[in-house]
């Protein structure tokens, strides 16, 4: 008869005890596997955004945060000679302007529909992110109705919206948008000027309040007046698969060594030592006190059911039953307890998770496609191990008290209770 | 006859807090195949720390204790509990079967520890329930059988590496008169049937039945009746 047998029948002769025992693991395991969740949940769903977005360089002014520091001077050349390196596939030009809805044509493609329709006084916000960009290169949006940019300039600026906008002021492909830039270099107000939806785009780092549009670059320059000022926030470029990103960035870098070119994995990099450092950390203090929680658990169970039953472990010893087979059978137990447990904590931390995600997505501003809490492997193989370390260590004491038992004095104080 | 086990000179001292106590003093003592030995005495005369030094459960202070001719002071934990399930059955006074495992179950851990062959331990194990007249209650935990069952159960578990001594601490000690009569009889044919019984007992009608009697008191032997 093997340890494992003896140590499951062990268990299962106090039910109570053991369910008890499983279900506190569990609630345990399923903390910390949130916890492992967290731990890098936000470096890979922001890496896996900025993979969404199709370009794996940036080239900057500086190194502010992108949309913050100065713009490039002479954006179109620039991007003329970093698309002509060998390295690079393509190179997009990013023009970002504040801008805000001065009407709009409701009702889909009839020119002829509800034109001008006065926003104010309806109580819709309409302020609005305008991203300028160069329609022959491939976008970093994805369409989901419509057509996307086209190439050649149209007379009435086209447009993609984002999916809230389009909901929020009912926009259709073919519907006209009058927007009126609010631009620094402007102290006097704008006058609107007339786009045409064509297609409707989700943007990889939208909120879920974010009002985006897309035109071209030229149209940026016209929305704020400065059409004949060749300046970028940022150009994204795209690596060819033989120099991969970092073969990109080298290149980029030796031909212009003032500007900041950084990758998708140095972006990844710093964000997951600066700026995501604190849900790391937060998630090591909260998985250490989980595993000292499941191990104190599992200690006190193992030790009170080992002491209730001293005598016939010393029983069984005096019958011949080896040291190690006893030990083995309390740690067994542990396994078990800790095994099932830690199972059931799979499913319960997922479903943990998701509502975590969805609380901790809902503060403003956020992408909406960036997650908290995200599977990995790695996630299951650390679970399993740390639940494996607190099996061993709330072993460790019962499992001395049995390895130290003194038979003879213990069958004796036995009788004698 | 040469001795299965041999006490020489054996002391037994427990250090306690409010001074040393000697369980044993210089006892000797052999144990040859078809003994019946029966030990008595007063409570803390030292009776079960001699069972359990014999029953290489313990070690003696001073004094060898030798196994067919083996020193066991000598050897390790590993050796001793392999000389234990082999070669000695014990029997205690509070049964100790484990409680999870059903009476077959009980008698066939011993076995499977020993690494009895499975076909092996069945056979032995349905013969051992016949011989104590329990095969009837083989599907039975402890909790379903009476004490003098539960004696009886434990009596087949100690037998069934077949080992050439069998210990018994106060064996009829929880048991009413009548069932302790059964438990008795269980020991004699033991003997008769070729093993070697150490009894300790305050029960007049267990010590009657054993071949050679030891009386003890304060860690000694102090008498010896031989029937």
Same mark, same amino acid.
């Given at each position: 008869?093997?340890?494992?047998?003896?140590?499951?029948?062990?268990?299962?002769?106090?039910?109570?005890?053991?369910?008890?025992?499983?279900?506190?693991?569990?609630?345990?395991?399923?903390?910390?596997?949130?916890?492992?969740?967290?731990?890098?949940?936000?470096?890979?769903?922001?890496?896996?955004?900025?993979?969404?977005?199709?370009?794996?360089?940036?080239?900057?002014?500086?190194?502010?945060?992108?949309?913050?520091?100065?713009?490039?001077?002479?954006?179109?050349?620039?991007?003329?000679?970093?698309?002509?390196?060998?390295?690079?596939?393509?190179?997009?030009?990013?023009?970002?302007?504040?801008?805000?809805?001065?009407?709009?044509?409701?009702?889909?493609?009839?020119?002829?529909?509800?034109?001008?329709?006065?926003?104010?006084?309806?109580?819709?916000?309409?302020?609005?992110?305008?991203?300028?960009?160069?329609?022959?290169?491939?976008?970093?949006?994805?369409?989901?109705?419509?057509?996307?940019?086209?190439?050649?300039?149209?007379?009435?600026?086209?447009?993609?919206?984002?999916?809230?906008?389009?909901?929020?002021?009912?926009?259709?492909?073919?519907?006209?948008?009058?927007?009126?830039?609010?631009?620094?270099?402007?102290?006097?107000?704008?006058?609107?000027?007339?786009?045409?939806?064509?297609?409707?785009?989700?943007?990889?780092?939208?909120?879920?309040?974010?009002?985006?549009?897309?035109?071209?670059?030229?149209?940026?320059?016209?929305?704020?007046?400065?059409?004949?000022?060749?300046?970028?926030?940022?150009?994204?470029?795209?690596?060819?698969?033989?120099?991969?990103?970092?073969?990109?960035?080298?290149?980029?870098?030796?031909?212009?060594?003032?500007?900041?070119?950084?990758?998708?994995?140095?972006?990844?990099?710093?964000?997951?030592?600066?700026?995501?450092?604190?849900?790391?950390?937060?998630?090591?203090?909260?998985?250490?006190?989980?595993?000292?929680?499941?191990?104190?658990?599992?200690?006190?169970?193992?030790?009170?059911?080992?002491?209730?039953?001293?005598?016939?472990?010393?029983?069984?010893?005096?019958?011949?039953?080896?040291?190690?087979?006893?030990?083995?059978?309390?740690?067994?137990?542990?396994?078990?307890?800790?095994?099932?447990?830690?199972?059931?904590?799979?499913?319960?931390?997922?479903?943990?998770?998701?509502?975590?995600?969805?609380?901790?997505?809902?503060?403003?501003?956020?992408?909406?496609?960036?997650?908290?809490?995200?599977?990995?492997?790695?996630?299951?193989?650390?679970?399993?191990?740390?639940?494996?370390?607190?099996?061993?260590?709330?072993?460790?004491?019962?499992?001395?008290?049995?390895?130290?038992?003194?038979?003879?004095?213990?069958?004796?104080?036995?009788?004698?209770? | 006859?040469?001795?299965?086990?041999?006490?020489?000179?054996?002391?037994?001292?427990?250090?306690?807090?409010?001074?040393?106590?000697?369980?044993?003093?210089?006892?000797?003592?052999?144990?040859?195949?078809?003994?019946?030995?029966?030990?008595?005495?007063?409570?803390?005369?030292?009776?079960?720390?001699?069972?359990?030094?014999?029953?290489?459960?313990?070690?003696?202070?001073?004094?060898?204790?030798?196994?067919?001719?083996?020193?066991?002071?000598?050897?390790?934990?590993?050796?001793?509990?392999?000389?234990?399930?082999?070669?000695?059955?014990?029997?205690?006074?509070?049964?100790?079967?484990?409680?999870?495992? #059903? @009476?077959?179950?009980? /008698?066939?851990?011993?076995? $499977?520890? %020993? *690494?009895? +062959?499975?076909?092996?331990? =069945?056979? &032995?194990?349905?013969?051992?329930?016949?011989?104590?007249?329990?095969?009837?209650?083989?599907?039975?935990?402890?909790?379903?059988?009476?004490?003098?069952?539960?004696?009886?159960?434990?009596?087949?578990?100690?037998?069934?590496?077949?080992?050439?001594?069998?210990?018994?601490?106060?064996?009829?000690?929880?048991?009413?008169?009548?069932?302790?009569?059964?438990?008795?009889?269980?020991?004699?044919?033991?003997?008769?049937?070729? #093993? @070697?019984?150490?009894? /300790?007992?305050?029960?007049? $009608?267990? %010590? *009657?039945? +054993?071949?050679?009697?030891? =009386?003890? &008191?304060?860690?000694?032997?102090?008498?010896?009746?031989?029937?």
């Amino acid at each position: 008869m093997r340890s494992l047998r003896l140590a499951w029948l062990s268990l299962v002769r106090q039910p109570a005890r053991a369910v008890l025992g499983i279900l506190g693991i569990a609630a345990i395991g399923a903390l910390l596997f949130d916890m492992l969740l967290l731990s890098r949940g936000l470096v890979l769903s922001f890496g896996e955004l900025l993979q969404r977005s199709g370009f794996d360089v940036r080239v900057l002014a500086s190194d502010a945060p992108p949309f913050t520091g100065p713009r490039l001077a002479d954006a179109s050349a620039l991007a003329g000679r970093i698309a002509r390196l060998p390295e690079v596939e393509a190179v997009l030009q990013l023009r970002v302007r504040e801008a805000e809805i001065a009407s709009f044509g409701g009702g889909g493609v009839a020119p002829d529909g509800p034109m001008d329709q006065a926003v104010e006084g309806v109580g819709r916000r309409r302020r609005v992110e305008f991203i300028g960009a160069d329609p022959q290169v491939r976008s970093m949006w994805t369409i989901v109705e419509g057509e996307d940019l086209p190439d050649a300039a149209a007379e009435a600026g086209p447009l993609v919206v984002n999916p809230n906008l389009a909901r929020r002021f009912a926009l259709s492909p073919g519907s006209e948008v009058s927007l009126r830039g609010r631009c620094a270099n402007s102290p006097e107000a704008l006058p609107p000027v007339t786009f045409t939806v064509v297609g409707i785009a989700e943007f990889p780092f939208d909120s879920v309040t974010s009002t985006t549009i897309a035109g071209t670059l030229a149209d940026a320059g016209r929305l704020c007046g400065d059409a004949g000022v060749d300046r970028a926030e940022m150009l994204l470029v795209r690596s060819t698969p033989r120099a991969g990103a970092p073969g990109a960035a080298a290149a980029i870098r030796a031909l212009e060594p003032l500007l900041h070119v950084v990758t998708n994995e140095d972006l990844i990099e710093r964000f997951s030592r600066v700026e995501f450092s604190y849900f790391r950390q937060i998630s090591t203090v909260l998985a250490t006190v989980t595993v000292f929680f499941g191990f104190l658990l599992i200690a006190v169970l193992l030790t009170v059911s080992v002491n209730q039953r001293l005598g016939e472990i010393a029983a069984l010893r005096a019958l011949g039953l080896s040291r190690s087979r006893v030990i083995a059978g309390v740690m067994w137990e542990s396994a078990m307890l800790v095994g099932a447990g830690g199972l059931l904590a799979l499913p319960l931390g997922a479903l943990l998770s998701l509502w975590l995600d969805a609380i901790l997505r809902s503060m403003p501003g956020l992408p909406a496609a960036l997650h908290f809490f995200v599977f990995e492997p790695r996630a299951i193989v650390l679970h399993v191990a740390l639940l494996a370390v607190a099996a061993v260590a709330a072993a460790a004491y019962p499992m001395r008290i049995v390895a130290v038992l003194p038979i003879a004095a213990t069958l004796r104080r036995e009788v004698v209770s | 006859m040469p001795s299965i086990v041999e006490a020489r000179s054996v002391s037994r001292i427990f250090p306690m807090a409010g001074g040393a106590v000697a369980a044993l003093r210089d006892v000797s003592i052999g144990i040859a195949r078809g003994d019946y030995i029966g030990v008595v005495g007063p409570s803390g005369c030292g009776k079960s720390t001699l069972l359990h030094v014999l029953g290489c459960v313990d070690v003696p202070t001073s004094g060898q204790i030798l196994f067919q001719g083996r020193e066991v002071g000598s050897l390790a934990d590993a050796e001793r509990s392999r000389l234990r399930l082999r070669e000695i059955g014990f029997v205690f006074q509070r049964f100790f079967l484990l409680p999870m495992l #059903t @009476a077959w179950e009980n /008698v066939e851990l011993p076995q $499977a520890e %020993a *690494g009895v +062959a499975r076909a092996e331990r =069945r056979s &032995r194990t349905q013969a051992l329930l016949e011989y104590v007249g329990l095969a009837a209650r083989a599907r039975h935990r402890p909790s379903e059988l009476s004490g003098g069952e539960m004696q009886r159960v434990a009596i087949a578990r100690a037998l069934a590496n077949r080992p050439r001594l069998l210990l018994a601490d106060e064996p009829t000690g929880e048991l009413d008169e009548a069932t302790g009569r059964q438990i008795v009889t269980l020991l004699d044919r033991l003997h008769d049937d070729g #093993t @070697a019984v150490v009894v /300790v007992t305050h029960d007049p $009608a267990v %010590a *009657g039945r +054993a071949h050679r009697l030891l =009386r003890m &008191r304060d860690g000694r032997i102090v008498g010896e009746d031989v029937r």
